[in-house]
Nanobody, 121 residues
Framework: QVQLAESGGDLVRPGGSLRLSCAAF?????????MSWYRQAPGHQRELVAS???????DYTDSVKGRFTISLDGAKNTGYLQMNSLKLEDTALYSC??????????????WGQGSQVTVSP
């Protein structure tokens, strides 16, 4: 009933930029109340990269502060992760998670399919 579609992952060189998108789809979707981005790289545990509430409260892990920006377009039910000054250490599979308010007032969690970001010279 609810799907999150991710896009934007790519192969980039160090110092480059990418923007990931995460769009919520479903006839019963009323709004996206919360969205977060996680990443997992080989040899590392999954970590929370950034999160944002519908009211605009944001949080970032220390390693991306000043380089990444999370945003949420409520009208489009789409969240974004702008990634600048990319480093080799940013290479990972990025996945979005959203808490979605349905028209029946139920809150449903959903995961995107994942988007690979590879930073390589």
């Amino acid at each position: 009933q609810v799907q999150l579609a991710e896009s934007g992952g790519d192969l980039v060189r160090p110092g480059g930029s990418l923007r990931l998108s995460c769009a919520a789809f479903g006839d019963a979707v009323a709004s996206v109340n919360f969205m977060s981005w996680y990443r997992q790289a080989p040899g590392h545990q999954r970590e929370l990269v950034a999160s944002i509430t519908r009211d605009g409260a944001v949080d970032y892990t220390d390693s991306v502060k000043g380089r990444f920006t999370i945003s949420l377009d409520g009208a489009k039910n789409t969240g974004y992760l702008q990634m600048n000054s990319l480093k080799l250490e940013d290479t990972a599979l990025y996945s979005c998670y959203a808490a979605i308010l349905m028209f029946n007032e139920e809150i449903t969690g959903a995961w995107g399919q994942g988007s690979q970001v590879t930073v390589s010279p």
